[in-house]
């Protein structure tokens, strides 16, 4: 690689500078917003990647399906920077914001109004290029005491310093939930706290692969640094910064569209399980789920069709029925809907070779193709190889539609559910239409989820117009949560899975994905035990999203009556998911009108009390409820801290009262989810479930006993 070297003033222009590298190359820093700049490189050949799909900051308007032009500033209100020019550098100024760019080499240094280092640029050498492989790198400095987070779906401790992590989405199924990496994600936002307390966050801009290294390496020549290497993609970038972590990523999020509002069904319980769908008697075995929950009297909002429904053996064929365990799908549907069970559809973005469309897209030239030969490309796929539709071909996008509404939407299903959306499509040649303008798959892959999901989005909008769409993705680059709830993926039942997936979920909230949840019980493995659901359900069931989700190779199913001895416990949990319906439903339009996190850790809250930034398995549901799961086996009782800033903190069952600030050892028996509100928090509660009283009545009147009102 080569470093960018130095650089000299090209041009001043209102909101920022211009700087000439030599060689035709450009280096632009710009305001967007007082808090906001935006850097760029631009190499003379122009950029790789000229458009963007991820950029969206005028509210109500979505990227053009053929994707936004890269220089496009529309949406930002690009205020006068107060410019200042120096020997050897220039100062750039606004009321929120700072930087100094030197010369010789290249750096950026970075300060916020009071004149606070927030982070500089790497001072021996910050930039680099490589024309044998077209990466670009970036450099910065790390302090010690750096605290980072984001980057999407990652797994582990939330502070990731220390760890070298990518942005290339896999099917990762089983995955390690410790340290696994990468998952299904392709999210290149880092969320930093500075020594000095101040936030900030950076997000570059690039739809190819990106390897992020937050301290894990170390050269003799340089102090501390981080890098982000792009894998031939382009480096433009926004520094965003504020006074707390939900002051960054609500700028974050307004930056890329902002969350949709789903529809308030699809905040329910919701369950589906591979194996019911798999059977060979599938339809038989569905309407008995009816049946069975029905009598249980198990509040459950929706129902999540396993791909079964298109499978011949383990093999999936997308948009199609298998009638031998199908023979009357309809009728079927028409009773999950008659028992208030909206219904969602697995479909998959892959054909298998011998499809019965397969020779249709092929004649549509729809298929991801070689480059030189225009053939569909072939890879792996559900025990065969098939080739992925290309979402950059509107014929592709048209049929796609058509199939949707033809195959799932007539059979009074409400949703799709896109899944296997990875694009793992390894093959160089390979390469998509683009809209007319072909783009290599290594700069596409997590495009073709976005676009995926947009697709069937939009179809399910004209559809019902006058009903708001819920869809769900498992992958997907930053722009997904415009359209669509996500999950942490195909998980594997473990105590252990049970406690790293609660932070992998609060990752992906601090990266701008705030409808979010995991597979309940866990995907893939054994069947969880008795005391293992019970505490899995009890820790999912304040998520935004609470799916009961398996496969079992001993033939289980994970269904609320999995274990009858916990049952009870099991219920309890989902029906207190529908007793905080009401609040639940705030903190959804919170997050859709004013970019919140709806679960986050404990320090977005309460960032000033460094107990919060410990690793903890506690979370905040909102700002009012704290959440803490047991995660431990055989536990009976379990210490929490209560964050230091409100009056008190409240029981929420009993209504006892402690300190703010205090550690606590709580009771936990199995059939408890221990939780608390702070004193002036206000929760709006549900009277019924299914017209039986919950314990709303008990919690208001503990609540007007305490100081909360």
């Known amino acids: 690689m080569k470093t960018f070297g130095s650089a000299q003033l090209a041009r001043v222009i209102q909101s920022g500078v211009d700087l000439d590298l030599g060689n035709g190359a450009t280096f632009s820093v710009q305001v967007l917003e007082s808090t906001m700049f935006r850097v760029r490189y631009k190499p003379k050949s122009g950029y790789l990647e000229p458009r963007t799909w991820a950029i969206a900051p005028q509210a109500g308007h979505d990227v053009p399906w053929s994707g936004r032009q890269r220089d496009d500033l529309s949406g930002f209100s690009c205020p006068p920077a ?32 009071a004149g606070r280092t927030l982070v500089n640029d790497r001072a021996t050498s910050a930039y680099f290029s490589s024309k044998r492989t077209g990466a670009v790198r970036h450099y910065l400095q790390r302090d010690r005491t750096d605290r980072y987070y984001g980057l999407g779906d990652k797994t582990g401790p939330l502070n990731l310093h220390g760890r070298r992590l990518r942005t290339l989405a896999l099917d990762a199924l089983g995955y390690d939930p410790k340290c ?27 739809l190819a692969a990106c390897t992020f290294d937050l ?67 599938a339809q038989a075995q569905l309407d008995a789920f009816i049946t069975r929950i029905q009598a249980e009297g198990i509040p459950c909002s929706s129902f999540h069709y396993g791909s079964g429904y298109s499978s011949r053996g383990k093999r999936r064929y997308v948009f199609t029925w298998n009638r031998d365990k199908f023979p009357d799908p309809k009728a079927l549907n028409e009773r999950f809907q008659a028992a208030g069970m909206h219904l969602v559809a697995n479909i998959k973005p892959c054909l298998l070779d011998d499809h ?6 092929t004649a549509l030239q729809g298929f991801i193709q070689d480059a030189s030969t225009q053939a569909p490309v072939l890879e792996q796929f559900w025990d065969g190889v098939g080739s992925h539709l290309d979402f950059t071909h509107p014929d592709v996008v048209a049929w796609w539609q058509k199939s949707l509404a033809e195959q799932v939407l007539d059979y009074q299903i409400d949703a799709g559910w896109n899944d296997n959306n990875e694009y793992a499509v390894m093959d160089d040649a390979a390469c998509c239409h683009g ?54 993926g195909d998980n594997t039942t473990s105590w252990e899975t049970l406690r790293w997936n609660i932070r992998t979920g609060l990752q992906m909230s601090l990266s701008g994905m705030f409808n979010v949840g995991h597979d309940v019980g866990g995907f893939a493995g054994p ?108 536990a009976t009782s379990r210490r929490v ?13 009993s209504g006892e009262r402690f300190a703010a600030g205090t550690q606590q050892v709580v009771s936990a028996a199995l059939a408890r989810l221990p939780l608390f509100f702070r004193a002036g928090a206000k929760l709006p509660l549900a009277a019924s479930v299914d017209g039986q009283v919950t314990a709303s009545d008990l919690i208001s009147e503990i609540c007007r006993k305490s100081d909360k009102f």
């Not at 783009?439 to 708001?468: C, G, I, K, V, Y």
Request: charged content about 15%; glycine content about 8%; overall charge negative.
């Open 356 to 361: 019965p469309a397969f020779s249709e897209v």
């Open 82 to 113: 107060q410019v200042r020019e120096q020997p050897g550098g220039v100062t750039l100024q606004t009321d929120a914001l700072q930087v100094e760019v030197r010369f010789n080499p290249l750096c950026l240094q970075w300060r916020d109004a």
């Open 435 to 488: 809209f007319g303008q072909a783009l290599p798959m290594h700069r596409a892959r997590p495009l073709h989820a976005l676009l995926m999901t947009r697709a069937t989005f939009e179809a399910q909008a004209q559809r019902h117009p006058d009903q708001s769409v819920f869809t769900v993705t498992r992958g997907g680059p930053p722009g997904l949560q415009r359209y669509a709830q996500t999950w942490t």
């Open 527 to 634: 069947s969880p035990g008795p005391e293992l659901f019970v505490r899995w359900v009890q820790a999912c069931c304040l998520n935004p999203r609470m799916v009961m989700n398996s496969w079992k190779a001993d033939g289980s199913n994970n269904v609320p009556w999995l274990h009858p001895s916990v049952t009870a416990e099991v219920v309890a949990a989902i029906r207190l998911r529908y007793v905080l319906m009401p609040y639940l439903w705030s903190l959804f339009e919170r997050a859709h009108s004013h970019h919140e996190p709806i679960i986050r850790p404990t320090f977005y809250d309460f960032y000033n009390d460094e107990q919060c930034f410990a690793d903890s398995d506690d979370f905040m549901l909102g700002n009012a409820l704290l959440v803490a799961p047991v995660v431990q086996q055989g």
């Open 641 to 653: 801290y209560l964050p230091a800033g409100p009056v008190a903190w409240y029981d929420f069952y």
């Open 180 to 206: 696994g990496d990468p998952l299904y994600k392709h999210w290149p936002f880092v969320l930093t706290r500075a020594p000095s307390g101040q936030w900030w966050g950076i997000y570059y801009d690039t």
């Open 215 to 281: 301290g894990c390496e170390h050269d003799n020549y340089h102090e501390l640094f981080r890098y982000v290497d792009i894998d031939d993609g382009d480096l433009d970038y926004y520094l965003m910064v504020g006074s707390t972590p939900g002051d960054v990523i609500a700028q974050f999020v307004r930056l890329i569209g902002g969350t949709h509002l789903p529809p308030r069904w699809s905040l329910g319980f919701a369950q589906t399980a591979m194996g019911l769908a798999d059977a060979p008697d």
